[in-house]
């Protein structure tokens, strides 16, 4: 889920009993793009036509920002 309202419907993917539920977070694509400017050009991850991050680019807030929130309904 990468977008707002940065919300998921896992009733389908739960079973009676214990469940366990993973978050995985990941930074911004624009953090990437920062942190792939400081790079050789062979070691980068990401390739654009026209750089338009460089070291300088100040980065975004990004991961988990707020509390993770199991909300349960009928």
Do not use: C, F
């Not at 953090?31 to 062979?42: H, M």
């Amino acid at each position: 889920v990468w977008t707002a309202p940065y919300t998921i419907d896992v009733t389908d993917l739960l079973k009676k009993g214990k469940n366990e539920i993973e978050v995985e977070v990941v930074t911004t694509w624009v953090n990437r793009l920062v942190a792939d400017s400081q790079l050789s050009d062979d070691e980068r991850e990401t390739w654009l036509y026209y750089r338009t991050h460089n070291k300088n680019t100040p980065l975004h807030s990004s991961g988990l920002l707020e509390d993770v929130k199991i909300l349960v309904g009928k």
